[in-house]
């Protein structure tokens, strides 16, 4: 069972559309990250948010933790073809010592 | 770049053999994480080291093992492999090991078995 599902698994649009990808847990996290992996690296960090109900912006990227802290999502805004990779949130829990990571949203942006 | 190193970036072995792969953390950080991503499975936790010690352990087989030396660098061993060990390997590196630390990834060992 996987403690965290993202959705959509996979993601395919149009240079200059939006799209949102959800990161969904029955847990409460302590904190929640969102990272973005290009193919043939690791995965990068692109934001934590710590507060149930925070919003934190990063250019065109909108990232919002759920108020009871157990879901998460990733907006973006007029996606260019840059933006194209996986996206893995990931989960921390006081009660375990590392980070859960769901299995990702592979987006594709085509020019 | 991260700065953290893995070496090999390739491994090609056959069922049955061993291979050890290698982390060199960024400058300064005290922990090191070993992760396995595949397909079905996605990027699951194997095991977290600070500063030489164990500190958390994830769902690695017992015939993996890892250990952090003096230097800081980490080594993941991988024994009587078999053809489903065969994923990514990622190792990364954060300065203490709290939750709230940020985690830097190197490029990762793709291993493929045989």
């Known amino acids: 069972t996987q403690l965290l599902e993202q959705s959509p698994q996979f993601l395919s649009i149009q240079e200059g559309e939006n799209l949102t990808v959800y990161c969904n847990s029955s847990?409460?996290?302590?904190?929640l990250q969102w990272y973005r992996q290009e193919p043939g690296e690791g995965p990068v960090l692109l934001v934590t948010?710590?507060?149930?109900?925070e919003v934190k912006k990063l250019k065109r990227l909108t990232f919002q933790f759920g108020d009871a802290r157990k879901d998460s999502s990733l907006h973006i805004t007029a996606a260019q073809p840059g933006d194209t990779g996986l996206y893995l949130c990931?989960?921390?829990?006081?009660?375990?010592?590392?980070?859960?990571f769901g299995k990702g949203t592979k987006l594709s942006v085509k020019p | 770049d991260s700065g953290v190193t893995q070496t090999p970036k390739h491994l090609i072995t056959a069922t049955g053999q061993r291979v050890t792969l290698r982390c060199s953390p960024r400058?300064?950080?005290?922990?090191v994480y070993w992760y396995q991503q595949s397909l079905d499975q996605g990027l699951q936790f194997l095991i977290h080291?600070?500063?030489?010690?164990?500190?958390a352990k994830g769902n690695i087989l017992e015939r993996f093992s890892a250990q952090q030396f003096p230097d800081l660098h980490s080594e993941l061993n991988l024994s009587s492999l078999e053809l489903g060990d065969s994923a990514l390997y990622f190792c990364?590196?954060?300065?203490?090991?709290?939750?709230?630390?940020?985690?830097?990834f190197g490029p990762g060992t793709r291993l493929t078995v045989l």
């Open positions: 990364a590196s954060s300065e203490r090991g709290g939750l709230a630390d940020t985690q830097y």
């Open positions: 847990s409460v996290f302590s904190s």
């Open positions: 948010v710590v507060t149930g109900g």
């Open positions: 990931a989960g921390a829990r006081r009660s375990q010592g590392n980070l859960i």
């Open positions: 400058s300064g950080d005290l922990s």
């Open positions: 080291y600070y500063n030489g010690e164990e500190r």
